[in-house]
Nanobody, 121 residues
Framework: QVQLVESGGGLVQAGGSLRLSCAAS??????MGWFRQAPGQERDFLAA????????DYVDYVKGRFTISRDNAKNTVYLQMNSLKPEDTAIYYC????????????????WGQGTQVTVSS
C-alpha cells in the first residue's frame, strides 16, 4: 500500500505555470499517474510515468504543456504545468496506476486527496 499527498496547487493567471508535487510513503515502487476532475465532470487521466521514470505518456491535450517526472530518492512525483488555460481549472490527483501507456488504459490503484488548481482568465 502507499499513501499519497499532493501539494502545489493554487490560483494562477492564464499563461502561467504551476508545479504539482505528490509525495509517497509506504510502498513507493509504483507506476504513477496524474488525473484531474473539473466540477460536474468525470476524473480524467492526464499523464503517467514508469517506476524508473524512463517511460512517460500523456493525453493529447496536455502534450507539450505538461511534464510528468519523478525523483525516486525523494519518493516524489511532479507535474509541471505550463501555458495554463482556464479550462485546466480542476482538482488534480496523483495515483499509483497499473500501467503507463495511454493505449493500455492506466487504472488507478491508490489515490491522493487532491489539490485545487484554478486558472483565471
Amino acid at each position: 500500500q502507499v499513501q499519497l499527498v499532493e501539494s502545489g496547487g493554487g490560483l494562477v493567471q492564464a499563461g502561467g505555470s504551476l508545479r504539482l508535487s505528490c509525495a509517497a510513503s509506504g510502498r513507493t515502487n509504483w507506476n504513477m499517474g496524474w488525473f484531474r476532475q473539473a466540477p460536474g465532470q468525470e476524473r480524467d487521466f492526464l499523464a503517467a510515468i514508469s517506476m524508473s521514470g524512463g517511460t512517460t505518456d500523456y493525453v493529447d491535450y496536455v502534450k507539450g504543456r505538461f511534464t510528468i517526472s519523478r525523483d525516486n530518492a525523494k519518493n516524489t512525483v511532479y507535474l509541471q504545468m505550463n501555458s495554463l488555460k482556464p479550462e485546466d481549472t480542476a482538482i488534480y490527483y496523483c495515483a499509483a496506476v497499473t500501467s503507463v501507456a495511454l493505449r493500455s488504459r492506466p487504472r488507478p490503484l491508490y489515490w491522493g486527496q487532491g489539490t485545487q488548481v484554478t486558472v483565471s482568465s
